[in-house]
């Protein structure tokens, strides 16, 4: 709840504005080392950027062509780690990589993949290997005309539910999430900085305190850091736009493609939801304010294309069934062409007087996030004597507590467990949640018993619990960002469970 702005305001060590992947990871480390933290988001967590990414965990094939080696190798460790960590929303992928004549030679393909092999410390995932395209099942898909290829292992993640994850681990460390609640202004002061909150729903305001600030507003990063805290910075974001389009699955089999084109550009084709393939990303230089985006015709066309060149069978623009965009705000290096700008990430902090900092956060990949937030609070750690050490390695995130991060055995126990659950419910409710889908089933020894039922096996126990755990309002937090089940449900489901979140809130 929200207090009065007459009220006595409250102090925190640390205010993080911006519930993403980048501000939810940070408020979690901080968390976790004795902080007293508050993060403030003015939408929905992973609302915008975090839940728009291709959803994979990887070090960036791509990345080699533009030197950038660090990058890769601190991504590979972070891809490692984060299969331990989360077993139910990262999964490995093996990625087939046609060899098309006239675009990359096949020996600079082969040299990338060497090196991404072993810029990889430790590797638990298979390496890379060529492929004869025309008798080997992952060919099959694909036009005659590609014979040679190679397969290489990199991971899936499930974007939006590990920024929620992140939250989760936050508040039940200490910090205080706060959905919906936007920043207006924050100042500094002799004693610390003054923050002006408002609370989106109901218009309430309120005034914290805070030794430090932390923006991680994502596309509005410069906005938040020149206008709600009056900072001036020579760092400056970039805005790239990048979409993805939705299909009917493409071909069987749980490989994914990764693309050349003729543009340099290379474009995913991922299995997606069991049913659908995912197809992306764009990076279209983005101008105007930043906010919620829409994929363009152009966009559509350009994807469609993207896999006709390849792809035996072709599809167009009446093929796709849900597309999705974002505005992804990368450190602006100078850099000519959107798809050469770097992913890396830049941590600027302002200080005054060697106190009162503020730390903005420009670019970074979902990827490595985990290390970013580290590499943050050892900035901050010189402003807070006696913070105890790194601990997020080792953590692993809420519902990733899988005896050999085995997710297979989980699930065969929860199916032991649940033996009423259809077994695609069952596997849903373990990828998405883990060991904590036992705080769902509950005592439930039926289906009846996790009360009304709602298109997609979704039941009233999963909402109750999205809405209690999860920060879940909306029918599209639930549908969109907490699951994909909009993809199988229309707008009676919809409709029904806006209806239903209505009644419990009233009767909350």
Not at 158 to 182: F, K, P, Y
Not at 454 to 464: I, M, N, P, R, T
Request: charged share 25%; hydrophobic share 40%; proline share 6%.
């Amino acid at each position: 709840m929200m207090a009065d702005s007459d009220g006595p305001a409250t102090a925190y060590d640390l205010l993080v504005i911006g519930g993403g992947i980048n501000g939810t990871g940070i408020a979690r480390d901080a968390a976790g080392r004795g902080l007293k933290v508050l993060l403030c988001e003015r939408g929905d967590l992973a609302e915008f950027t975090s839940s728009s990414s291709t959803k994979l965990i990887h070090g960036g094939l791509r990345y080699l062509e533009y030197y950038e080696f660090r990058l890769v190798r601190e991504a590979l460790a972070e891809r490692e780690r984060l299969l331990r960590l989360a077993p139910h929303i990262i999964w490995p992928l093996r990625f087939v990589l046609p060899h098309d004549r006239g675009l990359r030679p096949a020996w600079m393909l082969r040299v990338g993949l060497f090196l991404y092999d072993h810029l990889a410390r430790l590797r638990t995932l298979p390496g890379s290997e060529m492929v004869r395209l025309r008798t080997s099942p992952v060919g099959a898909p694909l036009q005659p005309r590609l014979t040679q290829g190679f397969l290489y292992s990199d991971c899936w993640v499930e974007d939006s539910r590990l920024v929620v994850l992140n939250a989760m681990d936050a508040q039940a460390r200490g910090a205080e999430i706060r959905t919906r609640t936007g920043v207006e202004s924050a100042r500094r002061d002799a004693e610390g900085w003054t923050a002006t909150l408002r609370e989106g729903p109901s218009g309430r305001s309120e005034i914290v305190r805070a030794k430090a600030v932390v923006n991680a507003a994502g596309p509005w990063v410069s906005e938040t850091l020149g206008g709600t805290l009056g900072i001036n910075s020579r760092a400056a974001v970039r805005l790239i736009k990048g979409s993805h389009i939705v299909v009917r699955k493409l071909y069987e089999g749980d490989q994914a493609y990764i693309l050349q084109q003729p543009d340099k550009r290379i474009i995913f084709a991922i299995p997606y939801e069991r049913d659908f393939t995912l197809i992306g990303t764009t990076d279209v230089p983005y101008e105007a304010e930043p906010g919620p985006v829409a994929i363009s015709p152009e966009e559509t066309r350009y994807l469609c294309d993207c896999i006709n060149r390849s792809f035996a069978r072709a599809i167009g623009p009446e093929d796709v069934v849900w597309s999705y965009s974002g505005v992804r705000p990368l450190y602006d290096d100078a850099a000519a062409n959107a798809s050469a700008v770097t992913r890396d990430y830049v941590l600027d902090v302002a200080d005054e007087g060697g106190r009162l900092p503020a730390l903005s956060v420009f670019g970074g990949k979902i990827t490595t996030y985990r290390r970013l937030a580290e590499h943050a609070i050892e900035k901050l750690a010189p402003y807070f004597p006696g913070l105890a050490p790194a601990w997020t390695g080792d953590a692993p995130l809420p519902g990733g507590q899988m005896p050999g991060a085995d997710f297979d055995a989980f699930l065969a126990e929860l199916s032991r467990a649940a033996p009423f659950l259809p077994a695609e419910t069952a596997r849903r409710l373990a990828r998405a949640y883990g060991t904590n889908a036992r705080l769902i089933l509950g005592r439930a020894r039926s289906l009846a018993d996790l009360g009304e039922s709602f298109d997609g096996g979704l039941s009233a126990a999963e909402v109750d619990y999205l809405v209690h755990h999860e920060w879940a309002r909306t029918p599209e937090d639930i549908l969109w960002r907490r699951s994909k089940l909009g993809l199988r449900t229309g707008p009676d489901s919809a409709g029904r469970l806006a209806a239903y979140l209505t009644r419990k809130a009233q009767a909350a």
